[in-house]
Nanobody, 133 residues
Framework: QVELVESGGGSVQAGGSLRLYCEAS????????MGWFRQSPDKEREGVAA????????EYADSVKGRFTISRDNAKNAVYLQMNNLNPEDTATYYC??????????????????????????WGQGTQVTVSS
């Protein structure tokens, strides 16, 4: 079992920055994906960014490339999402997600599967990000 606890959401003006933090407890395994998804009231939950352990590969949604950066702290079993140059379209509830332990064959599909929600077995409670114009 894995528990994810997020923090770092808030309200900023357009052009501002926020940093989200997610710490995992439990057995995430030596090979896994951890990622961030977001959902606004009128949209489906979408993948924002993910990072693959152990390789450190990262993937991003096109809408956030160049503005958001996902990183990890292996010692804390945690991931960060640095969000810069935020705009009102980034307003949403952001969820941390983790697959838990995965097989090598699943790891090899990281670049194609990172944004598939059903691949993630564990979810955080969500943290709100609000960007005003």
């Amino acid at each position: 079992q894995v528990e994810l606890v997020e923090s770092g959401g808030g309200s900023v003006q357009a052009g501002g920055s926020l940093r989200l933090y997610c710490e995992a407890s439990g057995n995430t395994g030596p090979r896994n994906y951890m990622g961030w998804f977001r959902q606004s009231p009128d949209k489906e939950r979408e993948g924002v960014a993910a990072i693959y352990t152990p390789g450190g590969d990262t993937e991003y949604a096109d809408s956030v490339k160049g503005r958001f950066t996902i990183s990890r702290d292996n010692a804390k079993n945690a991931v960060y999402l640095q969000m810069n140059n935020l705009n009102p379209e980034d307003t949403a509830t952001y969820y941390c997600a983790a697959t838990g332990p995965i097989l090598l064959r699943d790891g090899l599909r990281f670049r194609s599967d990172w944004a598939v929600r059903r691949g993630y077995n564990y979810w955080g409670q969500g943290t709100q990000v609000t960007v005003s114009s």
